[in-house]
């Protein structure tokens, strides 16, 4: 069965801090795609990225970087030099390849807190 | 370039009445999703909609939630008999079909249910 584990449940930095919110899946599927949403106060998910299993290079987008390695079946998000706009809900998700649909299976989630 | 609406954005019932909640998705996304959200959890998959057909349904749905779309535009999801494990904040989300969508989602339906 899929699953994806988001251990973090609550961090709170200081701003200009960096912090990596950590995510960790399981799946019998060779293809899969991963992603990272945002959920802020307003409550709607923001899209952020969206990775297949077979590329694991990582990706940087402006102050967003990720690490995906299949070894550890990880999908790590690192926020540098953080911003009181980027507390928010954060989560991670797994979709299976073969289902080609938006079911996605949500982990718990990170709350990130960023004080001034 | 309007998202994806959900109305009402709170609604309180108490146990045992029927509630319905309405979602209208981008107007050129042709797929629709209902998840379910509980307090400290991620969003949980319920159905989806390609235009008007529901093509899967979660088995957290139970015979108590139907959900339609008629005419492949807008959707309601209903829930009759309403139990206090109802409560939740229920999203919806569309995308245009391709491989392995990137969803847009609405500010949800909190319900409280008495």
């Known amino acids: 069965a899929q699953k994806v584990t988001q251990a973090q449940t609550e961090i709170s930095v200081v701003e200009k801090e960096d912090v990596t919110l950590d995510c960790v899946y399981e799946?019998?599927?060779?293809?899969?795609?991963l992603f990272w949403y945002k959920q802020p106060p307003s409550g709607e998910l923001v899209f952020l990225i969206r990775?297949?299993?077979?590329?694991?290079q990582n990706e940087i987008s402006g102050r967003y970087s990720w690490n995906f390695q299949k070894s550890t079946s990880s999908f790590n998000f690192t926020i540098t030099a953080s911003q009181v706009v980027d507390s928010a809900v954060y989560f991670c998700?797994?979709?299976?390849?073969?289902?080609?649909?938006?079911?996605?299976?949500f982990g718990q989630g990170t709350t990130l807190q960023v004080k001034p | 370039d309007t998202g994806v609406s959900q109305d009402p954005r709170h609604k309180i019932t108490k146990r045992g009445q029927n509630v319905t909640f309405r979602c209208d998705p981008i107007s050129e996304h042709n797929r629709l999703y209902w998840y379910r959200q509980t307090l400290g959890q991620g969003p949980e998959f319920l159905t989806y909609?390609?235009?008007?057909?529901?093509?899967?349904k979660s088995r957290l749905l139970s015979d108590r939630f139907s959900a339609e779309r008629p005419k492949g535009s807008f959707s309601t999801l209903e829930i009759q008999r309403t139990e206090q494990g109802d409560s939740a904040m229920y999203l919806c989300a569309s995308s245009r079909t391709g491989v392995v969508e990137k969803l847009f989602f609405g500010s949800g339906t909190q319900l409280s249910v008495l």
């Open positions: 799946t019998r599927d060779t293809t899969y795609y």
């Open positions: 909609f390609q235009n008007e057909a529901q093509l899967e």
């Open positions: 998700a797994l979709s299976e390849g073969s289902s080609n649909t938006g079911k996605l299976i």
């Open positions: 990775r297949n299993s077979f590329d694991e």
